[in-house]
């Protein structure tokens, strides 16, 4: 008997680890009453800490759409490289970091519709490289896990790349000198040139225009449906437009 006791309180706790490790419907979620979202807070000015406080254009629209769904908004921090990968342990519900929609990110995580849209051009100190085919022999910078270090892995011909933890890691790389130039999104790259007024730093043309969604986990349709609805409700009802001249004095929607 204690025995047989002892495997059902297991069999239990084994049970309750296995529902937690799933990820929230939008039933699920609307019955907490929370949205937890989930950002790697380093790439101003989508999505930093500012005094220890989330803030930015993505974190200021998360905010958004969970009073669109009459959520209440709760955020979390997560490296870049781990963000779409940490779905099975239930610490957050939906992704906003500024996410390249790629064909092999959407196999392990479903896209919302695109909440915007930017493009990727090349960072360097004046005089420093801002053309693909200036790349060659040169030493680059990108940050770990994103399109821009794939982009760059994949050229042709010879060249050393440094990876970096995080956008701002980056930036500061290339604002001391410690690399030639880096791949990364162009309103990335405008916020590294006010952020550091002496390094005279400059930008190359667009490479190639990129659509950012917000991720949820694979088969995730219903919260991804809610996303989706509030997404639209604010692009058309004026505070979207508001949001994105705050930061951007122009309307990144895609």
């Not at 025995?3 to 979620?29: C, E, K, N, P």
């Not at 254009?57 to 870049?80: C, H, I, R, S, T």
């Not at 991720?215 to 609805?229: D, E, F, I, M, Q």
């Amino acid at each position: 008997m204690i025995v047989s006791i002892r495997f059902l309180l297991a069999s239990l706790l084994l049970s309750q680890l296995s529902f937690g490790a799933q990820a929230r419907t939008y039933d699920q979620v609307r019955s907490s009453g929370v949205l937890r979202l989930a950002t790697s807070a380093d790439y101003e000015p989508f999505n930093y800490l500012k005094n220890n406080q989330f803030t930015g254009f993505e974190v200021e629209l998360g905010n958004l759409l969970a009073k669109q769904m009459n959520l209440k908004p709760v955020w979390v921090k997560v490296d870049f490289d781990s963000l779409l990968n940490d779905f099975d342990k239930s610490n957050y519900d939906v992704v906003i970091a500024s996410h390249a929609m790629t064909s092999t990110r959407a196999k392990i995580v479903d896209f919302t519709q695109p909440h915007y849209c930017g493009g990727n051009l090349l960072l360097a100190l004046k005089g420093g490289p801002l053309t693909t085919k200036a790349l060659e022999n040169k030493t680059l910078g990108a940050e770990s896990g994103s399109v821009n270090l794939t982009f760059l892995q994949k050229l042709p011909f010879k060249k050393q790349i440094k990876v970096y933890p995080s956008t701002e890691a980056t930036y500061r790389a290339v604002a001391l000198g410690q690399v030639d130039a880096a791949l990364t999104d162009r309103f990335g790259a405008a916020s590294a040139v006010k952020l550091y007024p002496k390094a005279n730093l400059v930008l190359g043309e667009v490479l190639w225009r990129v659509a950012s969604g917000m991720a949820v986990s694979k088969g995730n349709a219903t919260l991804k449906t809610a996303l989706n609805t509030a997404l639209a409700t604010v692009l058309k009802d004026g505070s979207y437009h508001k949001l994105s001249l705050q930061y951007f004095d122009d309307d990144i929607r895609c």
